[in-house]
């Protein structure tokens, strides 16, 4: 069959990709930019990649005719909390435009648990693109789900650090609301098994794991697989905008997510039907199991995708493109260079940097800025990488996104989304004569920038120098 994946560079888009190349499918792959599909050479050279963005007026003849059916795996409600609704209808909008002029049959959307009489703004959404998706030309089948656990989730990962980072938890009242969460890889099973079925055409079902949990529940079932004490005193009297900077400020997570996710938390999320995990005869995993399954790929660096690559988990939303050219003139600069002995070692730790492996020299004052940045608003260091050391352009590094990653032309270009008054580059190239250059860009913004600059130089002097010795040496 010849699909349109929409998505296909978000969290479960990254996961269903190969799988429907393992199926012997044809891909066209709809990204807004596609420097930004972090995929091998060799799956590239498998899939078609055209470059849409949803929320603009449609294009003519950007898609082939004989698409035989297309997935819908875009959402908005990381990148706003007000006017992420109207974001997300005019996208389905635009899609059934797309779609009215192929001859596609079936359209497969996952969406959101929506049983309650009272939804959240985000669940509500959810639902609203549903309707606007039945009105299109394809038959649709709608998947309906709550938390999903898989490692690289949003979910996964608000729980995992709150349950490693806080032994002791005074925790909202939304704690108690219960929710029914499903692993990722049933997820994907369902998104492939109702692919062509003609008994789902035209058909909404919620999908669900075997576990109906509050969410105190679930961090204590995440503490118990890590073996950790955890004590968590739930009260009454945070509101809902104190619960969203207490995520924030606790966990890698958005403040604009964080606010979105509390207003959903209090709604329950529990599936009213399993018809078709009978149909598809699929076997759910339970939480706990899920949670071992994550750490599994997380200890054998195999995690597909992260929504912390999402560019909304981020604070700029310009094309990455507009960055890679760094500027040269009314910028300030530091810039370090070393000789190398050992080219290639020294290629691999600049590949390797940030996460765990840390910035080489000075790691503790890395991490005081990461604090001070999460302070004012920023991400701070919490969102780490995906990958010890594969990069790929779009990926989130710490508080920088990598703009730039030629491994053949040995150069990584980093561009700051810590809060700076103005713009920061980081580049690090190795050149002909095997001489490491690092070199740190600031365009500052006004007088309070060129301040900022130069308040830092005694520490750029410092960090900036042992970081290139220490990757030119690093053997670690």
Same mark, same amino acid.
């Given at each position: 069959?010849?699909?349109?994946?929409?998505?296909?560079?978000?969290?479960?888009?990254?996961?269903?990709?190969?799988?429907?190349?393992?199926?012997?499918?044809?891909?066209?792959?709809?990204?807004?930019?596609?420097?930004?599909?972090?995929?091998?050479?060799?799956?590239?050279?498998?899939?078609?990649?055209?470059?849409?963005?949803?929320?603009?007026?449609?294009?003519?003849?950007?898609?082939?005719?004989?698409?035989?059916?297309?997935?819908?795996?875009?959402?908005?409600?990381?990148?706003?909390?007000?006017?992420?609704?109207?974001?997300?209808?005019?996208?389905?909008?635009?899609?059934?435009?797309?779609?009215?002029?192929?001859?596609?049959?079936?359209?497969?959307?996952?969406?959101?648990?929506?049983?309650?009489?009272?939804?959240?703004?985000?669940?509500?959404?959810?639902?609203?693109?549903?309707?606007?998706?039945?009105?299109?030309?394809?038959?649709?089948?709608?998947?309906?789900?709550?938390?999903?656990?898989?490692?690289?989730?949003?979910?996964?990962?608000?729980?995992?650090?709150?349950?490693?980072?806080?032994?002791?938890?005074?925790?909202?009242?939304?704690?108690?609301?219960?929710?029914?969460?499903?692993?990722?890889?049933?997820?994907?099973?369902?998104?492939?098994?109702?692919?062509?079925?003609?008994?789902?055409?035209?058909?909404?079902?919620?999908?669900?794991?075997?576990?109906?949990?509050?969410?105190?529940?679930?961090?204590?079932?995440?503490?118990?697989?890590?073996?950790?004490?955890?004590?968590?005193?739930?009260?009454?009297?945070?509101?809902?905008?104190?619960?969203?900077?207490?995520?924030?400020?606790?966990?890698?997570?958005?403040?604009?997510?964080?606010?979105?996710?509390?207003?959903?938390?209090?709604?329950?999320?529990?599936?009213?039907?399993?018809?078709?995990?009978? @149909? #598809?005869?699929? =076997?759910?995993?339970?939480?706990? +199991? !899920?949670?071992?399954?994550?750490?599994?790929?997380? %200890?054998?660096?195999?995690?597909?995708?992260?929504?912390?690559?999402?560019?909304?988990?981020?604070?700029?939303?310009?094309?990455?493109?507009?960055?890679?050219?760094?500027?040269?003139?009314?910028?300030?600069?530091?810039?370090?260079?070393?000789?190398?002995?050992?080219?290639?070692?020294?290629?691999?730790?600049?590949?390797?940097?940030?996460?765990?492996?840390?910035?080489?020299?000075?790691?503790?004052?890395?991490?005081?800025?990461?604090?001070?940045?999460?302070?004012?608003?920023?991400?701070?260091?919490?969102?780490?990488?995906?990958?010890?050391?594969?990069?790929?352009?779009?990926?989130?590094?710490?508080?920088?996104?990598?703009?730039?990653?030629?491994?053949?032309?040995?150069?990584? @270009? #980093?561009?700051? =989304?810590?809060?700076?008054?103005? +713009? !920061?580059?980081?580049?690090?190239?190795?050149?002909? %004569?095997?001489?490491?250059?690092?070199?740190?860009?600031?365009?500052?913004?006004?007088?309070?920038?060129?301040?900022?600059?130069?308040?830092?130089?005694?520490?750029?002097?410092?960090?900036?120098?042992?970081?290139?010795?220490?990757?030119?040496?690093?053997?670690?």
């Amino acid at each position: 069959m010849k699909i349109l994946l929409t998505g296909a560079n978000g969290y479960i888009g990254m996961r269903l990709l190969p799988m429907l190349l393992e199926q012997g499918h044809e891909l066209i792959c709809a990204v807004r930019n596609e420097a930004r599909l972090s995929v091998s050479d060799a799956v590239r050279k498998k899939i078609e990649v055209v470059e849409i963005d949803f929320l603009k007026d449609p294009k003519p003849e950007v898609l082939p005719r004989d698409i035989d059916a297309a997935y819908y795996l875009i959402h908005s409600m990381s990148s706003s909390t007000s006017d992420f609704d109207e974001k997300e209808e005019r996208s389905a909008l635009n899609f059934n435009t797309y779609l009215a002029s192929t001859h596609c049959k079936q359209v497969i959307y996952l969406g959101g648990i929506a049983n309650e009489d009272e939804l959240s703004k985000h669940l509500q959404s959810r639902k609203k693109v549903e309707d606007i998706l039945f009105e299109g030309k394809p038959n649709l089948t709608v998947l309906r789900a709550a938390i999903i656990v898989g490692s690289g989730s949003a979910s996964f990962e608000i729980i995992r650090d709150l349950c490693e980072k806080l032994p002791v938890m005074i925790t909202p009242k939304w704690v108690k609301t219960r929710c029914q969460p499903i692993a990722v890889r049933n997820v994907i099973q369902y998104l492939l098994g109702v692919l062509g079925k003609e008994e789902c055409y035209n058909e909404s079902f919620d999908i669900g794991g075997p576990d109906i949990l509050s969410y105190k529940q679930m961090m204590k079932g995440y503490a118990k697989v890590r073996k950790l004490n955890l004590f968590i005193i739930d009260v009454p009297f945070l509101s809902p905008k104190l619960s969203s900077y207490w995520l924030y400020f606790v966990t890698s997570t958005s403040y604009k997510l964080a606010l979105n996710l509390v207003d959903s938390m209090r709604i329950e999320v529990i599936t009213k039907d399993n018809r078709l995990q009978k @149909l #598809l005869n699929i =076997e759910p995993i339970p939480y706990e +199991e !899920a949670i071992e399954l994550a750490f599994e790929k997380i %200890k054998q660096n195999q995690v597909v995708s992260s929504w912390k690559d999402s560019m909304v988990s981020g604070r700029f939303r310009k094309e990455l493109k507009q960055y890679v050219k760094v500027p040269e003139y009314g910028c300030l600069k530091d810039h370090q260079t070393a000789n190398l002995e050992n080219p290639e070692k020294a290629l691999e730790n600049i590949w390797s940097i940030g996460g765990e492996r840390g910035w080489y020299y000075g790691n503790w004052l890395w991490k005081i800025r990461g604090y001070l940045d999460k302070l004012i608003g920023g991400v701070g260091l919490r969102r780490g990488r995906t990958h010890p050391n594969k990069i790929f352009e779009g990926d989130a590094l710490d508080f920088w996104r990598v703009i730039l990653a030629d491994k053949e032309e040995k150069r990584l @270009l #980093l561009f700051a =989304e810590m809060r700076v008054p103005g +713009e !920061a580059w980081l580049e690090f190239e190795i050149d002909d %004569k095997n001489v490491l250059h690092q070199t740190a860009t600031f365009r500052p913004k006004g007088l309070w920038g060129r301040f900022y600059w130069f308040l830092m130089l005694p520490f750029h002097y410092f960090i900036f120098g042992g970081m290139v010795r220490r990757i030119a040496k690093y053997k670690g």
